[in-house]
């Protein structure tokens, strides 16, 4: 992670790829890549504005041993999204995601 320095001289917590970068997770036990898909949609599109709002997908990374996502066996998934709109983690995720639930890790603001 990168330490930056705004206009005002503070140092602040970013990564240096946009305004905000969200680090988020989805989880289910054996998710199939139908799931999956239909959740990096919803990310993408958004849904409810001030809710879920469009987001652009920046990385994907399956929480496995190989990092590669297996269907019906990976159980978390966690993706880089970037947007300054919102992100509301809830359970049952995305349309068509039933049983996939979303959970925010890390939020990055950069500020300058």
Not at 8 to 13: A, D, I, K, M, V
Not at 23 to 31: D, E, P, Q, T, V
Not at 38 to 64: E, K, M, R, S
């Amino acid at each position: 992670m990168a330490v930056l320095t705004n206009t005002n001289g503070l140092s602040t917590s970013g990564t240096g790829n946009g305004p905000r970068t969200r680090i988020i997770n989805l989880a289910k036990s054996n998710m199939t890549e139908a799931e999956l898909t239909a959740a990096l949609n919803y990310l993408a599109a958004g849904d409810v504005a001030g809710t879920n709002d469009a987001h652009t997908i920046a990385a994907v990374a399956p929480l496995t041993e190989s990092g590669v996502f297996t269907s019906g066996t990976t159980d978390d998934v966690q993706v880089m999204i970037q947007g300054t709109g919102a992100f509301t983690a809830a359970s049952n995720f995305g349309i068509g995601s039933t049983g996939v639930t979303s959970s925010l890790l890390a939020d990055f603001t950069l500020s300058m």
